[in-house]
Every structure is written in structure tokens, then in C-alpha cells.
């Protein structure tokens, strides 16, 4: 909790010094949206010292062609047959500055994960080492 207040206390601090927001710049960690959950998009700011800070909604707003927004996470529909969404941020202190960008959802379905008995029974009998 305390991390979190001097995140927040840091970014506010910045803001208050009169460091204005250049540019903003989208680092996604993934390269496609999962149906059926939410995807978080990660905006950066560029201050005017040259700085780059985390935007969330408080300083963004954030649209997209399909899906709905909870802060800077998108929730993509299991049933949507979309290839792609697009979406657009914008900086709310300045309107002119925005990101239009698309990203195409995942296709294939996530490898079912090993439950607890089959990892335990592979570290039993040790198929799980690696090989020299």
C-alpha cells in the first residue's frame, strides 16, 4: 500500500512541477487480446524533462471498435469473431495528443494446463529433468 501512495504521490508530484505530457507511446505485453478476459493496455508518457511515466485512466481516455474499458483494461467478448480491434487513446489535458492503434485477437486456444497430480507424478518418476 505505502509502494502504491508513493507511485501515485511521485506521478502527482510531477504533474504539480509543471512537467507536461510530449508524447505518449503504447508497450502492449502480448501481441494479440485473449476472448474472454481482460487485457491490460500499457500507455507511457514522455514528460517535457524526458522522463517517461505509466498513464492510466485518470490521464487517458481510452476507446475501442469492440469490447468495453475498466481503466486501462479491455475486456474482449468470448463469442466475438472480430479479427481485430481497433482502439484510440487520448490525453485528456490535451485533447490533440492521442494514439490510434489496432491489435488483432488470438485465435488459437490456450494449451490445457497440467493439474496438480500430473505435475506431481512427473516429478516422481522424473520426466520432468532435463537430459545432459
Given at each position: 500500500?505505502?509502494?502504491?501512495?508513493?507511485?501515485?504521490?511521485?506521478v502527482?508530484?510531477?504533474?504539480?512541477?509543471?512537467?507536461?505530457?510530449?508524447?505518449?507511446?503504447?508497450n502492449?505485453?502480448?501481441d494479440?487480446?485473449k476472448?474472454?478476459?481482460?487485457?491490460?493496455?500499457?500507455?507511457?508518457?514522455?514528460?517535457?524533462?524526458?522522463?517517461?511515466?505509466?498513464?492510466?485512466?485518470?490521464?487517458?481516455?481510452?476507446?475501442?471498435?469492440?469490447?468495453?474499458?475498466?481503466?486501462?483494461?479491455?475486456?474482449?467478448d468470448?463469442?466475438?469473431?472480430?479479427?481485430k480491434?481497433?482502439?484510440?487513446?487520448?490525453?485528456?489535458?490535451?485533447?490533440?495528443?492521442?494514439?490510434?492503434?489496432?491489435?488483432?485477437?488470438k485465435?488459437?486456444?490456450?494449451?490445457?494446463?497440467?493439474?496438480l497430480?500430473?505435475?506431481?507424478k512427473?516429478?516422481?518418476?522424473?520426466s520432468?529433468?532435463k537430459?545432459?
Amino acid at each position: 500500500m505505502r509502494i502504491l501512495f508513493l507511485f501515485f504521490f511521485s506521478v502527482g508530484a510531477l504533474f504539480a512541477r509543471g512537467q507536461k505530457v510530449e508524447s505518449i507511446y503504447v508497450n502492449l505485453y502480448t501481441d494479440s487480446l485473449k476472448k474472454g478476459t481482460f487485457n491490460y493496455i500499457n500507455i507511457d508518457g514522455k514528460l517535457s524533462n524526458g522522463r517517461f511515466i505509466p498513464l492510466d485512466s485518470t490521464y487517458l481516455i481510452f476507446w475501442s471498435s469492440a469490447g468495453h474499458f475498466s481503466g486501462n483494461s479491455l475486456w474482449i467478448d468470448k463469442d466475438t469473431r472480430l479479427d481485430k480491434v481497433d482502439l484510440r487513446v487520448t490525453l485528456r489535458s490535451d485533447p490533440a495528443l492521442h494514439k490510434e492503434f489496432s491489435i488483432y485477437i488470438k485465435k488459437m486456444p490456450d494449451p490445457a494446463l497440467k493439474s496438480l497430480e500430473e505435475l506431481m507424478k512427473e516429478s516422481r518418476s522424473g520426466s520432468g529433468k532435463k537430459k545432459n
